[in-house]
């Protein structure tokens, strides 16, 4: 049994509570949290669980195997930190920190501990990412032009990051996924309507070097709840609409391809529309499967897909991005 302690159960970390509640092989051993009346809620719903209020009570706990870090991205760093040097396992939330050297800092220190360090790139773990990053690679889809994701709703609106550092980890670690690549600029803009120095809508064009290109539109500042990505391809498109209750990706055999022997303007591109497919996904809650991969990686002593690699590589994206939104959309090197 690996005893977790999830730190932060606020509304993201009261799922990773009930998640590692019920997760084989994991015990759910501390819930932590400063705010006395979650903290009650949390200790009532989850009598099994210690309850604490402060972060130290759980580092010193040597019955504890992995901290869950679910606190405000500014304290990623710090409990991310404190709890590897204190040997245990850590879980933390997305942006894993704010800094692509305090996430270069955190990956090294992870090594040298030898301890797992995970970071929550949900969408990972979905299902119909799984089914995307298949049909990529077995070359359904032919080679890849571009990708879109929007991300937007009306809220949350955060006072403490802007709507980039806030929605787009999760499109970027499923574009660099789905890639098998890695970006080499960026180039952002975004504008400050509701508080001061916090963009509320972000549109962003990640520049690969063979020219792929992916865009992402993120804003709490919206009519729409989108959560949705369009992946075009030469031979078919795919689009993912995380929003859709059932039909969440739609397989389109549709296509252009360039006569290169036309002799009328009109021979020159011919244009297929064929069929769409929409294949069953799994409907497994992503993050149930998150948490089970956490526990696996400790109990089998695996990298976890999500690793501190792979948020480090999404905070280098984010930090040119927030470069690039500073100086007006210039494409920023990653
Ligand atoms: N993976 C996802 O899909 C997803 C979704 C939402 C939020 N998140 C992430 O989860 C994290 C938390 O977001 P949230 O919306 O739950 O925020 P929140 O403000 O609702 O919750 C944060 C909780 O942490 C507690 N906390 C803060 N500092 C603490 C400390 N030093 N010791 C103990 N408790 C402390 C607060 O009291 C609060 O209960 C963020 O990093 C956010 O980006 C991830």
């Known amino acids: 049994m690996i005893n977790i302690a999830v730190v932060g159960t606020g509304s993201w970390g009261k799922n990773l509570v009930r998640n590692f509640a019920s997760a084989d092989g994991a015990a759910l051993y501390v819930v932590c949290d400063r705010d006395a009346k979650r903290l009650k809620a949390l200790s009532e719903a989850y009598p099994q669980a210690k309850a604490v209020p402060d972060i130290g009570d759980v580092l010193s706990d040597r019955a504890v195997n992995a901290v869950v870090i679910a606190t405000d991205a500014k304290f990623h760093f710090e409990h991310a930190k404190a709890a590897l040097e204190a040997g245990k396992h850590v879980y933390v939330e997305k942006p894993m920190c704010q800094t692509a050297d305090e996430a270069r800092r955190l990956t090294a220190l992870a090594a040298k501990c030898g301890r797992k360090l995970m970071v929550g790139h949900l969408l990972l773990y979905h299902p119909a990412v799984a089914r995307l990053k298949t049909m990529v690679d077995s070359g359904e889809l032919g080679e890849i032009y571009y990708m879109y994701t929007q991300r937007l709703n009306l809220g ?54 063979d020219g792929r290109l992916a865009q ?22 795919v689009t993912f609409d995380d929003m859709e209750p059932a039909e969440k990706v739609k397989v389109y055999d549709k296509g252009a391809v360039a006569n290169l022997t036309y002799r009328s303007y009109g021979e020159a591109i011919t244009l297929r529309q064929g069929d769409i497919h929409i294949p069953k996904i799994d409907t497994t809650e992503p993050l149930r499967l998150e948490c089970r991969h956490f526990v696996e990686s400790i109990a089998n002593d695996t990298t976890p897909l999500s690793d501190a690699e792979n948020g480090l590589d999404v905070v280098r994206v984010l930090e040119a991005g927030g470069r690039s939104i500073a100086a007006g959309g210039s494409p920023e090197e990653v």
């Open 156 to 209: 949350v609106v955060r006072s403490n990051e802007n709507a980039w550092w806030s929605l787009a980890p999760h499109d970027i670690s499923v574009i660099n996924y789905l890639f098998g690549a890695f970006p080499a600029k960026v180039s952002a803009q975004g504008q400050c309507y509701l508080q001061k120095g916090i963009e509320d809508v972000v549109f962003a064009t990640l520049h690969f070097g």
């Open 216 to 237: 992402v539109h993120t804003s709490w500042l919206d009519p729409h709840k989108m959560r949705r990505m369009t992946i075009v391809g030469s031979q078919k498109m």
